[in-house]
């Protein structure tokens, strides 16, 4: 099982709302990342967790957070977002530091 | 700060051609370099890692090198099909304490012709 599952697949929400994105894996995987897609554009990394730590913040606006709240889990909490945070939200994982990446396949957020 | 860069942009050939599409990187200290595909709205899919040890990798019609010396990576389609049409993606893991930073070129957007 290779598989990282993201839900939801498709969100709409205004820019008062509160929700949260989440990412699963089942493959013992240590590394976990969140990356933000534009059209046309490669993914751009946001977060990385390892052993359930935030390891990396590309810098990310404070209203977006993540959480691990396990290895399988990873979730990404959104509030106050702007229409320019609409973009593809792509969660990956990895066994280590050096090891092939996995993707899911993404959350589509529209902010209206 | 690593910069990969991919080339072409876009590349449009008759089905049953072999192509070659290049990656290039800036900073040599790499953990591995990944070639990924992307259809249109979807997520990404893994093709080939190759370790910042080795210089090639195989899958299929898929051959992947690596020049880690001077920061280039192919990968060579044999036989294409319009199957394969879609957005490649190379991606360098950079060391960075107990992760990496996983790096994206801009990709090449390959088109097929039947």
């Known amino acids: 099982d290779t598989e990282v599952t993201q839900t939801p697949k498709h969100l709409v929400m205004g820019m008062t709302n509160k929700k949260s994105l989440k990412c699963e894996q089942h493959m013992g995987h240590r590394a976990m990342y969140w990356y933000k897609q534009k059209a046309k554009k490669p993914p751009e990394l946001m977060f990385v967790?390892?052993?359930?730590?935030?390891?990396i913040n590309e810098s990310v606006p404070s209203r977006f957070s993540p959480e691990c709240p396990n290895s399988s889990l990873l979730n990404l909490h959104l509030h106050a977002l702007q229409p320019e945070d609409s973009a593809l939200y792509l969660c990956a994982s990895s066994r280590g530091a050096s090891t092939e990446a996995f993707f899911g396949q993404g959350t589509r957020l529209t902010v209206v | 700060k690593q910069e990969v860069t991919q080339i072409p942009a876009a590349l449009s050939v008759p089905e049953g051609e072999n192509l070659v599409l290049n990656c290039s990187f800036t900073d040599s200290a790499i953990y591995n370099l990944q070639w990924f595909r992307q259809d249109p709205g979807k997520g990404l899919t893994s093709l080939l890692l190759?370790?910042?040890?080795?210089r090639e990798q195989t899958s299929g019609r898929l051959n992947a090198s690596l020049d880690k010396s001077s920061g280039r990576s192919t990968l060579y389609i044999a036989a294409s099909q319009p199957g394969d049409s879609a957005t490649y993606l190379c991606?360098?893991?950079?060391?960075?304490?107990?992760?990496?930073?996983?790096?994206f070129g801009s990709g090449t957007r390959l088109s097929i012709r039947p």
């Open positions: 190759i370790q910042s040890s080795q």
């Open positions: 967790y390892s052993y359930e730590k935030l390891s």
């Open positions: 991606a360098a893991a950079l060391f960075y304490s107990s992760a990496s930073k996983i790096i």
